[in-house]
């Protein structure tokens, strides 16, 4: 197994109820691919591929969490260069009530926000050029995010509370904000794994 999907699959493998909804990207995988959005090959299987211009994946949100619910969402994604804009690597939405969770790049740091731009964590972006497994959980109370098993910020900020409606990889639902990079193995879950199991001594060693 690669050493990124061995890190995914360890930060996911306490878990005892399946995610969700689980994105691979394989042939055939969930998902309608937009503007040239292509499948090449990643770290587990197939990743996605966008140009940051207009390239995004088109996705149904039945069935996810409520933005003020317990959750926790994990990835894997390479750039070439950290972009110093505004890139959604995830955004789960619901733009008329003004409510979303969308973990990307913002003002050059990797980050989780709300609808309207509002941080919840974000930490320094890890060198690029490389593939990253990330993941971000909230409680109902605390929301943390993880880069490479490590803990890398927490915040108790208040959320955002719509259900969504709308899911797209590699934008923002409402256009714009797009990702320039690869993203694979995307995984929502309707509970907040611990920090116990998302960060132990030793698993950021698979990353390298």
Not at 95 to 124: C, I, M, N, T, Y
């Amino acid at each position: 197994m690669a050493p990124f999907a061995a890190l995914l699959a360890a930060l996911l493998g306490a878990a005892q109820d399946g995610p969700v909804g689980h994105w691979s990207f394989e042939e055939g995988a969930p998902g309608e691919l937009r503007n040239g959005a292509a499948r090449v090959d990643g770290p587990a299987g197939k990743a996605l591929e966008l140009d940051g211009v207009d390239d995004y994946i088109h996705c149904k949100a039945e069935g996810l969490p409520a933005a003020d619910r317990p959750q926790t969402f994990a990835w894997l994604y390479r750039v070439e260069v950290n972009p110093s804009d505004i890139q959604c690597f995830i955004s789960l939405t619901n733009d008329g009530k003004k409510s979303g969770v969308q973990p990307g790049f913002r003002e050059g740091r990797l980050a989780v926000w709300g609808h309207g731009g509002g941080v919840f964590v974000s930490a320094e972006a890890p060198a690029a050029a490389a593939w990253h497994a990330v993941a971000y959980s909230f409680d109902g109370t605390t929301h943390r995010l993880y880069v490479d098993g490590r803990e890398v910020d927490s915040s108790a900020k208040p959320p955002q509370d719509a259900q969504p409606d709308a899911l797209e990889f590699g934008r923002w639902t409402g256009g714009g904000e797009c990702f320039k990079g690869r993203i694979d193995e995307v995984r929502i879950y309707a509970k907040a794994l611990p920090a116990a199991e998302l960060a132990k001594p030793g698993r950021q060693e698979a990353a390298k």
